[in-house]
């Protein structure tokens, strides 16, 4: 066994995440830890949370991050909000509406499904007559912004039209990169992650839950399935006055990068980052395509974070990522599902959205493609 | 809102864990960030499985951390083992055991409950009696080293007694600091956390599983209940050939961190930290006596690492916490549940297990006791 201290590359994180970090976040990352009961600590904690509110544009009391990554996020939203044979309406345009349709079964929902091709969005008609045709579905979910294929669907509408259900959210790729507005849309539980567009480390999972929300996980009958995730538990740790009793012990480092991504958030501007995600995303746009690339999604309804561009026929999809991560320490993604070996998924996520990366990209695909 | 980089105070862990961190794993934390599936990535995960499996004494092959605290790894062990209506026998003698308890009805199984006094070992001979008078019983678990109290139990008698069934043990507070012979003693599924001996920062929970605990999750009937730590789909991610496939987004700097921890644990040598902790805790003990503290445990089923001691009369719990902490940065534990108030917890774990910490500790409690 050979032991030593892993050094990792300098890679330029261009892929659907994680992003680059700023070196602020790393260093943030570093500093000694102290204890998950501190008051300084707890003193981070509700800094942390009146960040997020201001990210997610939101009041809601109850946001604050889940100790684990997207998935746990995910998680927390479908089994503290699904009750036994609760009937869920599931948006699925991509893999991660999949996996709301695995979380709703495992929690003893009944999912009823609407699905929309992969590269398009959500059909608000089709939602709507699902709705109109069942008067006992008591949650709809859908995906913000698909990682899987760049798509980002009209939350505010779907919002509107379902403002009567609880509304769970997937904002994992939107958040700080396009505008979202968790109470003015209705958005009754989001979740997200810390490592695309604020461009922490992964591991952490923002999440944001309404008053609504939280009456329906109050008044449940049954016990949540994960004692882990019970949000009635967890809150007596993230919530309340000084007094937080210990439910678990929470990843002190992460949070510590997690704050200092957010003060530069606030540093930036919310507004300012959703611009410059737009403004970045079709500079890119205008080089790739000039360079033959043509985008899967169709620009109505693309997220500037992450460019689904289907790959040109004398370009080798493995091949091709092999040379950019090795010769030029440049990560892209890979298509997933029904969309492997056909699309590239190059990500402007948070920090990695600069003209620096944006010009290296490109510049080192051109000399590839030379060299081909 | 105040909004302004979080610089943490520069404290002395000796309670329950976080324990102080190395810096060169708090330096390991801070190297940038690269993808969940890069190559070198993957190398890193496999190098960490294999440190694992040095750190718990075991040749399984499923040994790798959990992408979550240890209450996430405690849940993955019973959401994966635990089927409708399996009958579990719950050894409880602290709070840790009560949370098996609570994961046991979660996952839909039927807990028989042994219960000991807090401060007091595992019986032997209740285990025994209770598995006789049940074949039903498919799993028993226990924990090893009760935080919560410092008891150790006597992991490999258990093993043997229980040999027939799928063993679950909670090594949270054991792995790197006691004993423990995962494969001799014949533990099934265990669970740890990063923030104790092996003095990593919080948010990663390593645990490892026989081909029996394997066997029994591959034959399930049923789909276990939590998507996001469901073995079947993480091990894609964990497990196999150069072919990883995606199932969440792993905690690549956290990651970095427990490696670094690892490789420490690795130069030292698993023997000399258990040594370390055994020869250290008597120093502390000598002083503790000295100065009118009783421990709760006896010696003999003591675990070093997690010190509880009764606390003198003319001692004020909380206030003396807080001189020790605001006055010399100094961390120790309180009393939980029934012994709050009533007793300190003094962690010596990883790191945090030096002469430089005793005598720092015992020192400021003398100087803390002359002005009292």
Known sequence: MKVESFIP?????????????????????AR?????????????????KELLKYAFKTQNEVTFPISGPGSAGME????????????????ING?????????????????????DSWGEPIDLNK????????????IISFVHAE?????????????????DKIIIADTVTSLAGSPLYVDQWGLDAVYSGSQKCLSAPPGLSPVSFSEKALSKIKTRKSKVK???????????YWSGDQARSYHHTAP????????????????????NAWKRHHDLSSYLENQLKGLGFEYLVHPDYRTPQLNAVTIPEKIKDKLFREILLNQYNIEIGAGLGPLAGSIFRIGLMGASCTYKNIDYLINAIKRISINY
Chains 1, 2 share one sequence.
């Open 9 to 29: 590359p300098l890679r330029t994180l261009m892929g659907p995440g994680p992003s680059d970090i700023n070196p602020r976040v790393l260093a943030a990352m």
């Open 226 to 236: 994960s004692w882990f995730l019970d949000l009635n538990l967890v809150l007596n």
């Open 147 to 163: 990682t899987s294929t760049g798509v980002l669907s009209d939350a505010k509408a779907l919002g509107q039209i379902a403002k």
């Open 95 to 115: 893999v991660f509406g999949q996996r709301m349709y695995e979380n709703v079964l495992r929690n003893g929902g009944v999912p009823i499904v609407i699905e």
């Open 127 to 138: 939602v709507e007559d699902a709705l109109k045709k069942d008067d006992d579905i008591k």
């Open 32 to 48: 000694p830890t102290i204890g998950h009961l501190d008051p300084r600590f707890i003193e981070l904690m509700d800094s942390i």
């Open 76 to 91: 927390a939203c479908f089994a503290n909000l699904v009750e036994e044979g609760d009937k869920v309406l599931v948006c």
């Open 252 to 271: 002190i480092n992460s949070l510590y990068a997690l704050h200092e991504s957010l003060v530069l958030l606030k540093e930036e501007g919310l507004e």
